[in-house]
């Protein structure tokens, strides 16, 4: 009798297939099928562990599957004059909201019966590291996408029924169908023109491209530090610039005059390639891979994985954590194990805080969505 309670690390498990009849079947190097079965399922788990705990990711979103999302909009009521005898007027936070959006993804193994009888394994695991990074990409794009995109996502294919909503953050009206005026901080009040995804001339980003993506957070009641991502083709202007604070580089002893950052490097770790250079003006600059030219995407975090942060990840219903499976292609007609094995995973990507990010793009004044790679 199985004790405790089920969990979704347990969805990665080819259910259906009998481990017995698995060992029957053999690959052309003596490998039998139940061992592709373990090698699917080591790599699967490891990688929804990876999704999880990505450290560049963690930073900037959370997870939920609740389908939508509400939050106060506009200017705050005031406080009225005490009186004695007075009572002062019942007074309510006007609020909006939008949807997250859920998309399924799917990716072919395509490993025919007649295939598989003649393969090794070096084959087999080349086809799975594959299949990984494919998810591995798919939710990098679908983050930065999100990050670099001011338009709505609407739709029933994106999960948001006929006339459901995902916008991205603070924008003009005239560029969402989900008006928001941000609410008001230290007696700053804003209109539902304010702007956060801002386009300047010039290419390479200036000092001044921090030094407005710092206000901008701080006007919303956002604290220092801020993260601010980039692409490897901004990496060098990036450095050149005056007063830019490098992270201190192993095996290099540093004169007492030279000013490198003190980021931990557990901070500066992760598994998608993307890596942190220094500070600017109370930002951590980090390189990712992905992020088109001319674009930025600065942000406010509170913390790895915290429900504060500016993106939200949807997932299916009772779903707290990201989740890739294999199973066999529900339209396939094949009667064989791993015949026609497929990947698949469900999720999708929203904005949380519509005040907590800000994206930057330094080849135009006029804003156009960036398409990452």
């Known amino acids: 009798m199985a004790t405790g309670p089920r969990d979704t690390t347990s969805l990665v498990m080819l259910s259906g297939w009998d481990a017995t009849e698995l060992q ?33 990711w963690a930073q900037a979103l959370s997870w939920t599957d609740i389908p939508e999302i509400e939050y106060r909009d506009g200017a705050s009521n005031g406080m009225e004059v005490h009186t004695e005898y007075g009572r002062p007027d019942a007074k309510r936070a006007a609020t909006q909201g939008h949807m997250l959006p859920l998309i399924a993804y799917d990716r072919m193994l395509g490993w025919t019966w007649d295939y598989l009888r003649k393969a090794r394994m070096a084959q087999i695991e080349a086809d799975i590291a594959d299949g990984i990074k494919d998810v591995r ?79 901008e957070l ?33 095996g290099v002893n540093y004169a007492s005059t030279v000013s490198t950052t003190n980021m931990a490097p557990s901070a500066v770790q992760s598994l998608t390639g993307a890596y942190f250079i220094g500070m600017f003006d109370e930002i951590q600059i980090w390189i990712v ?53 497929m990947l698949f995973t469900e999720f999708g990507v929203g904005v949380n805080d519509r005040t907590a990010a800000t994206a930057r793009y330094t080849n135009s004044n006029t804003w156009a969505d960036g398409v990452p790679t």
């Open 137 to 215: 990409d798919r939710f990098r794009v679908s983050i930065l996408t999100r990050a670099l995109q001011r338009i709505d996502d609407s739709g029933v294919a994106k999960g948001l029924g006929a006339g459901g909503y995902s916008p991205g953050f603070c924008t003009t009206a005239g560029s969402t169908s989900v008006d928001f005026v941000p609410p008001s901080v230290g007696g700053t009040s804003f209109a539902n023109t304010h702007e956060h995804y801002v386009g300047i001339t010039g290419g390479a980003p200036p000092a001044a491209v921090f030094t407005d993506v710092r206000a």
């Open 218 to 250: 701080r006007e919303h009641g956002h604290n220092a530090p801020f993260i601010y991502w980039a692409g490897p083709t901004e990496e060098t202007a990036i450095k050149a610039l005056v007063g830019f604070v490098p992270v201190a580089q192993m």
């Open 289 to 341: 891979p992905g992020m088109p030219q001319y674009y930025g995407f600065g942000f406010k975090s509170y913390g790895s994985n915290s429900s504060r942060n500016p993106l939200k990840v949807r997932l299916q219903k009772g779903v707290s954590r990201p989740q890739a499976v294999a199973m066999p292609n529900p339209n396939s007609s094949g009667r064989y194990p791993l015949q026609d094995i």
């Open 24 to 56: 029957n079947y053999k690959l052309q190097d003596g490998t039998n099928f139940a061992t592709v079965v373990g090698e699917m399922n080591a790599a699967l788990s490891a990688l929804n562990a990876e999704l999880y705990g990505e450290p560049l």
